[in-house]
């Protein structure tokens, strides 16, 4: 027959090997009571870690079925208690997890706005170096045509002064002079004709110049559009999703301001085109 064991005696047990230093274990405990119910036993050890966890001080002199009670409670109570921090670490794991996410989603969208970025300066730059090598085609060919001008000009002063000798001469080159002055008329009639297509062309230069300025200017604006705008996106590192919105309205604004551009580089190559057709003409007219 297994002897009888009750809290109080089993507790006193545990003391002792506490005390001792020795491990608590069912077997140990019932070498020092000199027997009693394993189960039993076993059912008081966990009803005192219960209370020892909880930090509740079993009174050993209590009835039995209201010291079951009690220790029924309070498992109930620590059990309540851990499934409710582990409902809150469960949350708290699962709010970590979305904000990573978000967190992930966001770097992925600034690094595609910052390639966009780029790829808009690289455009940028490309189309100003286009108006620049424009410019310099229409000033090459604006000092050829001056150049010719100079020709003629030189060409009109040497009829001119051969005129003055001819008008010299005796009589009998009357006819001559007068024919050398017919032509020196025609060679000044040509030369202001080609001096008056020269001052357009020289017009055109200007033209071109003052495209060519405000392109730069404009390239120079978008750069400084572009500079801000990758700014604000290492801003959106740090910022709400409110903020990544905004910041595609801005890089909205700035595609805006590209085709804008892209628009005024189509139209100065437009005037490019009619002045050198322009050039073209006054040259074939020299020509003549």
């Known amino acids: 027959m297994e002897k009888l064991v009750s809290l109080k005696t089993v507790q006193e047990a545990v003391n002792t090997l506490k005390s001792q230093g020795d491990k608590v274990t069912q077997?140990?405990?019932?070498?020092?009571?000199?027997?009693?119910?394993?189960?039993?036993?076993?059912?008081f050890l966990k009803d005192i870690e219960a209370a020892e966890t909880a930090g509740i001080i079993l009174p050993g002199e209590l009835p039995a079925a209201l010291?079951?009670?009690?220790?029924?409670?309070?498992?109930?109570?620590?059990?309540?208690?851990?499934?409710?921090?582990?409902?809150?670490?469960?949350?708290?794991?699962?709010?970590?997890?979305?904000?990573?996410?978000?967190?992930?989603?966001?770097?992925?969208?600034?690094?595609?706005?910052?390639?966009?970025l780029q790829e808009t300066l690289t455009k940028a730059e490309e189309d100003r170096?286009?108006?620049e090598k424009a410019q310099a085609v229409a000033t090459e060919k604006s000092e050829t045509l001056e150049k010719r001008v100079q020709d003629l000009e030189t060409e009109r002063r040497q009829l001119i002064e051969a005129a003055e000798t001819s008008r010299t001469e005796a009589a009998k080159a009357m006819l001559q002079v007068e024919r050398a002055d017919q032509a020196t008329a025609k060679a000044e009639a040509r030369v202001e004709?080609?001096?008056?297509?020269?001052?357009?062309?020289?017009?055109?230069?200007?033209?071109?110049?003052?495209?060519?300025?405000?392109?730069?200017?404009?390239?120079?604006?978008?750069?400084?559009?572009?500079?801000?705008?990758?700014?604000?996106?290492?801003?959106?590192?740090?910022?709400?999703?409110?903020?990544?919105?905004?910041q595609k309205k801005e890089i909205q604004e700035i595609r805006k301001v590209t085709a804008d551009l892209e628009k005024q580089v189509a139209a100065l190559s437009g005037e490019k085109a009619q002045i050198e057709k322009a050039l073209?003409?006054?040259?074939v007219k020299s020509k003549k």
């Open 27 to 43: 077997r140990r405990i019932r070498d020092i009571l000199g027997g009693g119910s394993p189960n039993v036993i076993n059912r």
């Open 67 to 116: 010291t079951q009670a009690i220790l029924t409670q309070v498992s109930s109570l620590v059990m309540q208690a851990t499934e409710g921090l582990q409902a809150e670490v469960k949350k708290a794991q699962d709010r970590e997890t979305e904000a990573l996410d978000d967190l992930d989603k966001a770097e992925k969208r600034l690094a595609d706005l910052e390639i966009r």
């Open 129 to 131: 170096q286009s108006a």
């Open 193 to 246: 004709e080609l001096e008056g297509q020269f001052d357009e062309a020289q017009r055109g230069r200007v033209v071109a110049e003052k495209a060519q300025a405000v392109a730069e200017q404009k390239s120079q604006d978008q750069a400084e559009t572009l500079a801000e705008a990758k700014a604000a996106l290492a801003e959106l590192k740090t910022e709400s999703k409110a903020t990544i919105t905004e």
């Open 280 to 283: 073209a003409l006054a040259e």
